[in-house]
């Protein structure tokens, strides 16, 4: 007889349940609401910014469907468009401008879903509508930008070790100096070596002169084009969070081009103009007179003199003169203070930079200092350390009461500030709301239309057998929607075509099987011994046809990117949930079926032709 063991029933239940709870969230409509976030990294986004907007939105008699806080900020939804848009304008007006106040939608499925992390998928660009950007970093302009830095400090450094020489300027990518006696080249070249070691120097004689060009290492270009890449996407990420976006994509493509993909944008013109902004960083002294600070605080501020308000929410007094500017930053990564062991931001500064932070704080020990970020012409302290000595060589330490994640992301503001590679848009889209609606409601069509033709075409050849394949093509289906909302995968076109295609080739398993058994029925078995030899032989066939389909589907997502990428995705999970429920979830419907019969006549499979003796 054909009996299940109980583990294995209960494994499918398990299965089956989980598969249930995590597609349910994909059945609920998306409904309009305003999300509120910030890109300030003083402000937070927390319940006592949820009490705000809803006494705001009871005074002005609005009603909501309800509201909730989430890491990405607060969410209310809206029963129609109109209440959602009247909203916005009103929670807009009561924030500030401290706040980012954007429509979205948002799914309206039940509240228990979410508690227990069940989450609709994403919807990409294609079907929920929205813009693609493509950007091209300028490499060039970069590596340039990198050649005037090294320019001006050698010159310092060549001026600071008393090395004579004739004159020095930049010929393309490198820097030329000229001498005129060996010896004061080869000393010039001693120094340069232990300075710069990302510089690689040749020599060169013409006539009475000694040139030296000094450029950069093929590996320091590399590392200085690829930290241009990562710097941008890093501007990027900070100015699509301004657009309320919820699923944002910002990825490199290749080795010098960004891809961005704001789906639920329509507004191009205000994506352009967040997309091209940059931000500068300064330092600034601070006014540590008690006096002024509390005359700031009542509204009066000292002339020359701005009130700023710290990371840690505490207002700073900073003076209007800059004393040097995110520019003269070459490079600034995230580390530990060597004394306290605290976490700290390790900054070089070029020459030019080197020199000013060294007159700087010679003359201001015990002073405070401000590290400002300055965006769309507002200022943001970032920091506000004392200078407790004189700092040389151009190697600046900010540390205290920091921890890593901010060390970490004002390392990346900081760099921002000092390199962002110019970009231009080469590519440009824009997807309507329609349109992608129109892409949902095909998608699903083509799968529908799939499963049922298949399942007609399956019933009427196979019988019940047939039937039995039929749901364990729909609990494949319902398995593979399950795993995706559970991994919160965004779902393209690409990925819908992939479904289609893993119904396709998911039944192929169930026909393995069933005329297998057909097989065996028509060489006289009997029908127990011919389910048992139908699914154990089968396997074998099923098993080699879907690990070479799945070492493809493999190579196309680790060699593949966009769409190409995200076909592999479902594609991969969809030959494995085809695996669990063609096998594995057939063969226990079948158990239940016939299993407890002990004398079994016939099985319904249709007609077995047997040949003639």
Avoid at 93 to 115: C, D, F
Avoid at 146 to 161: C, F, H, N, Q, V
Avoid at 423 to 440: D, F, Y
Wanted: with cysteine; hydrophobic share 45%.
């Amino acid at each position: 007889m054909n009996r299940y063991p109980f583990w294995k029933y209960a494994l499918i239940v398990v299965a089956l349940i989980v598969g249930v709870l995590y597609t349910l969230p994909n059945i609920f409509p998306e409904v309009p609401a305003v999300q509120v976030s910030t890109s300030k990294t003083g402000v937070k986004v927390d319940a006592s910014t949820l009490q705000t907007i809803e006494e705001a939105l009871k005074a002005a008699n609005i009603s909501y469907r309800g509201a909730s806080v989430d890491p990405t900020g607060v969410k209310i939804r809206f029963t129609d468009p109109d209440t959602q848009l009247h909203a916005k304008d009103l929670l807009q007006q009561k924030l500030g401008e401290n706040y980012i106040v954007a429509l979205n939608l948002l799914s309206s499925s039940p509240h228990w879903l979410a508690s227990v992390g069940a989450l609709p998928m994403y919807l990409g660009l294609d079907l929920r509508g929205g813009v693609h950007f493509l950007l091209q970093v300028d490499m060039k302009a970069a590596l340039d930008k990198a050649a005037d830095r090294y320019l001006t400090d050698i010159r310092s450094l060549l001026r600071e070790k008393k090395v004579l020489y004739a004159g020095i300027a930049r010929e393309g990518q490198n820097v030329g100096i000229r001498f005129r006696d060996a010896a004061e080249r080869d000393k010039a070249n001693v120094e340069i070596v232990k300075a710069f070691p990302d510089l690689q120097l040749n020599e060169v004689n013409t006539g009475t002169d000694f040139k030296l060009f000094a450029g950069l290492k093929p590996e320091a270009q590399k590392r200085i084009q690829d930290g241009a890449v990562q710097q941008n996407i890093t501007i990027l990420r900070n100015r699509v969070n301004e657009l309320g976006v919820a699923e944002p994509i910002v990825q490199q493509q290749g080795s010098d081009r960004v891809v961005v993909q704001l789906p639920g944008v329509q507004d191009t013109a205000r994506a352009k103009d967040i997309l091209g902004r940059t931000a500068t960083l300064e330092v600034r002294m601070v006014d540590d007179d008690p006096a002024a600070l509390q005359q700031a605080l009542a509204g009066r501020p000292p002339l020359g003199d701005d009130l700023l308000i710290e990371r840690t929410g505490t207002p700073v007094l900073v003076k209007r003169q800059v004393v040097l500017t995110g520019d003269r930053i070459n490079d600034a990564q995230p580390g530990f203070d060597s004394r306290n062991n605290e976490p700290a931001v390790h900054i070089n500064l070029d020459g030019t930079g080197a020199r000013i932070f060294k007159e700087l704080t010679r003359e201001n020990v015990g002073k405070r200092m401000a590290i400002v970020l300055v965006e769309k012409g507002k200022a943001e302290a970032i920091t506000a350390p004392v200078i407790r000595e004189e700092i040389g060589g151009g190697r600046v330490q900010i540390s205290g009461r920091m921890t890593t994640r901010e060390a970490n992301d004002i390392a990346l503001l900081m760099r921002a500030g000092a390199l962002a590679a110019p970009m231009e848009i080469v590519e440009e889209r824009t997807v309507g709301p329609s349109l992608g609606k129109e892409n949902i409601d095909k998608g699903f069509d083509s799968v529908l239309y799939g499963f049922v033709a298949l399942s007609i075409f399956i019933c009427v050849y196979y019988l019940l057998m047939g039937l039995i394949s039929t749901i364990s093509l729909a609990v494949n289906l319902l398995l593979l929607i399950a795993i995706l909302s559970m991994l919160q995968a965004t779902l393209t076109l690409p990925g819908i075509a992939a479904v289609a295609l893993t119904l396709g080739m998911a039944i192929d398993a169930n026909v393995l099987i069933n005329e297998r058994i057909r097989e065996e029925l028509r060489w006289g078995d009997t029908p127990h011994a011919a389910i048992q030899a139908g699914y154990e032989r089968a396997w074998n066939t099923i098993l080699d046809s879907n690990v070479t389909t799945l070492i493809a589907g493999l190579a196309r997502l680790i060699f593949g990117s966009g769409p190409v990428r995200g076909f592999a995705v479902v594609h991969c999970l969809g030959i494995m949930t085809s695996m669990f429920s063609a096998v594995f979830v057939s063969r226990g419907m079948v158990a239940i079926i016939y299993g407890g019969r002990k004398r079994l006549e016939k099985i319904s499979i249709g007609q077995v032709w047997k040949p003639s003796t």
